[in-house]
């Protein structure tokens, strides 16, 4: 028998989620950071520089980016990396990839891009310093198989870093939800012309695992001292762990 997953809020074959998930990235790539600040009013933009600055990358680090989508990430860790350090530009999503790439060739930026699935990484044991996802964790249908992955190419003493979507406080769920459910579909459509794919977003955002749970996956994961940072009142979370 097939095993099955949700995609949102509907029940899919798993073979069947890549597919339907690379569909939404697809549509939204060419728009997607103009989306991310309307949908955040630009904290996101908070958000990450709150991740590379726990990151603490230094000259010489190797650091992987995984679902490093639209190069945010990545170009801060390039700076920081120097010369003598080695940045991974990753993504499983080729759109994504492709304007994550453009955009740091455009800022006189090369490090290496690549196609690759978080579940299988193509990278030996133990070889980065730092290997960050931001707001792509969610999106992967075998979440554990892939903390799993992130900490095996982990260094001994190196970091694991996600920043994701989390869950806010029951006092805030339904201005949240009201928020989620018809303010974002709406501008989708406005924006993107793709109201589908932002519904997906949000209820991907209800399935994902909450902090404690999160944090529970990485500790089986095999990190230890894991942590987690509200951010915006639990909008999101960056969870951190070393790799003892």
Avoid at 17 to 44: C, P, Q, R, T, W
Avoid at 76 to 100: C, P, Y
Avoid at 201 to 226: N, W
Wanted: glycine share 8%; aromatic share 10%; proline share 4%.
């Amino acid at each position: 028998m097939s095993n099955t997953t949700h995609f949102g809020y509907t029940t899919v074959e798993e073979d069947q989620k890549v597919h339907k998930v690379a569909e939404v990235f697809h549509s939204v790539a060419a728009k997607y950071d103009i989306m991310n600040d309307v949908m955040s009013a630009g904290l996101h933009r908070i958000w990450k520089m709150f991740t590379i600055a726990q990151a603490g990358v230094r000259p010489g680090f190797k650091v992987l980016d995984i679902a490093g989508g639209t190069g945010d990430l990545t170009k801060e860790f390039v700076k920081q990396a120097g010369k003598t350090g080695e940045v991974w530009h990753t993504d499983i999503n080729e759109s994504m990839l492709r304007v994550g790439r453009d955009r740091l060739l455009n800022k006189g930026l090369i490090t290496p891009t690549l196609l690759c699935d978080a579940e299988k990484l193509p990278f030996p044991d133990n070889y980065f310093d730092r290997v960050t996802v931001a707001f792509g964790l969610r999106n992967m249908t075998h979440k554990d198989q892939a903390l799993a992955e992130m900490q095996r190419v982990l260094k001994p003493g190196g970091k694991l870093l996600v920043l994701e979507f989390s869950k806010v406080p029951e006092i805030l769920q339904k201005p949240y939800d009201l928020y989620s459910f018809n303010f974002l579909p709406w501008m989708g459509q406005k924006i993107a012309g793709d109201a589908d794919s932002y519904r997906y977003l949000a209820e991907s955002i209800r399935m994902h695992p909450d902090q404690e749970t999160l944090k529970g996956m990485m500790e089986t994961a095999g990190l230890e001292k894991v942590q987690y940072f509200n951010l915006t009142a639990g909008v999101a979370a960056l969870h951190t762990g070393i790799k003892l």
